[in-house]
């Protein structure tokens, strides 16, 4: 039979990837502050069809928003490690990157009582150093990857990337990858920004996007017999009207179709058993 898992991540980033963009302005504020507003109808709406999710927050967010991330893990939610900062770890030397881990760390320590298993990269984009960090700080899975769709697969070490030569893959570490997808993420097709070297359109028709995003998952339906979706949401995108009833109807319809919603680290620890690591 088969064993289809669903993971519903949110990015908690608040106003932290705007700032990290150097939009500080009050309006870029005030577009933040709209994801603790929407934590709640977020939370309601999970419980309503039983979804366990995995929320990944900034060390900013927990800081400026304690009371909302307690919401989000007295509800039973993942609480991941997404940085300190929303700062891109490539944009950092190793030694802030590993600073920022830290920080992140003791801030969802507090939080949770552990420290976080899983990592998302802000902005998803690592550093040459980010995976031998991540394995340092005993983490079990990152999510910033798109090497796969439907299956996760064993983070690489030491790929030597030369423009004039063929890619030198690196050995595989017992680091899990989560892959995710810009296609299955909310930012890109609803938000607008307007900066000064970049337009980002946005504001789709919410019902086409979800349209496509439930194709993703009658196509893993169909074509596997185990296998992980990750969709990706941001509570000040999503949590608008139209489009919390756009998700409404893809947790329906993933529900209907045998989905099965699970953390994370559920998930990674699911593939963990099937696929031990062999290094």
């Given at each position: 039979?088969?064993?289809l898992?669903?993971?519903?991540?949110f990015?908690?980033?608040t106003?932290s990837g705007?700032?990290?963009r150097?939009?500080?302005?009050?309006?870029?504020?005030?577009?933040?502050?709209f994801?603790p507003?929407?934590?709640?109808?977020?939370?309601?709406?999970?419980?309503?069809?039983?979804?366990?999710s995995?929320?990944?927050?900034?060390g900013?967010?927990?800081?400026t928003y304690?009371?909302?991330n307690?919401?989000?893990?007295?509800?039973?939610h993942e609480?991941?490690?997404h940085g300190?900062?929303h700062?891109?770890?490539h944009?950092?030397?190793r030694?802030?990157?590993e600073?920022?881990?830290?920080?992140g760390?003791?801030?969802?320590k507090k939080?949770t009582?552990?420290s976080?298993r899983?990592?998302r990269?802000?902005?998803?984009?690592?550093?040459?150093?980010?995976?031998?960090?991540?394995?340092?700080?005993?983490?079990?899975y990152?999510?910033?990857?798109?090497?796969?769709?439907?299956?996760?697969?064993r983070c690489?070490?030491?790929?030597?990337?030369?423009i004039?030569?063929p890619?030198?893959?690196?050995?595989?570490?017992?680091?899990?990858?989560?892959?995710i997808a810009w296609?299955?993420d909310?930012?890109?097709?609803?938000?607008?920004?307007?900066?000064?070297t970049?337009?980002?359109?946005?504001?789709?028709n919410a019902?086409h996007?979800?349209?496509n995003?439930?194709?993703d998952f009658?196509?893993m339906?169909?074509?596997?017999?185990?296998?992980?979706?990750?969709?990706?949401?941001?509570p000040?995108?999503?949590g608008?009207g139209?489009?919390m009833?756009a998700?409404?109807?893809?947790?329906?319809?993933?529900?209907?179709g045998?989905?099965v919603?699970?953390t994370?680290?559920?998930?990674a620890?699911?593939?963990?058993?099937?696929?031990?690591?062999?290094?």
């Amino acid at each position: 039979m088969a064993r289809l898992l669903v993971c519903v991540t949110f990015d908690f980033d608040t106003m932290s990837g705007l700032m990290a963009r150097g939009l500080t302005t009050p309006n870029y504020i005030s577009r933040g502050e709209f994801g603790p507003v929407a934590i709640p109808r977020i939370l309601d709406l999970l419980k309503k069809y039983g979804v366990k999710s995995t929320f990944f927050s900034p060390g900013f967010t927990i800081e400026t928003y304690p009371a909302e991330n307690e919401a989000v893990l007295k509800a039973g939610h993942e609480i991941g490690h997404h940085g300190w900062t929303h700062l891109p770890p490539h944009k950092m030397t190793r030694e802030q990157e590993e600073a920022n881990l830290v920080r992140g760390n003791e801030t969802i320590k507090k939080l949770t009582g552990k420290s976080a298993r899983g990592y998302r990269s802000p902005s998803w984009d690592l550093s040459p150093n980010s995976v031998d960090l991540l394995l340092k700080h005993g983490f079990v899975y990152e999510s910033s990857l798109m090497g796969n769709d439907y299956t996760p697969y064993r983070c690489r070490h030491g790929d030597v990337v030369e423009i004039d030569k063929p890619l030198g893959f690196g050995k595989p570490t017992r680091l899990i990858e989560m892959p995710i997808a810009w296609s299955l993420d909310d930012f890109p097709h609803f938000e607008f920004l307007r900066m000064e070297t970049q337009l980002m359109p946005g504001l789709m028709n919410a019902n086409h996007v979800i349209e496509n995003w439930i194709i993703d998952f009658v196509y893993m339906k169909e074509h596997f017999d185990w296998g992980v979706l990750t969709y990706t949401f941001h509570p000040y995108v999503i949590g608008r009207g139209h489009r919390m009833m756009a998700l409404e109807k893809l947790l329906k319809a993933v529900a209907e179709g045998g989905g099965v919603f699970v953390t994370m680290e559920d998930a990674a620890c699911e593939y963990d058993q099937r696929q031990p690591f062999r290094g």
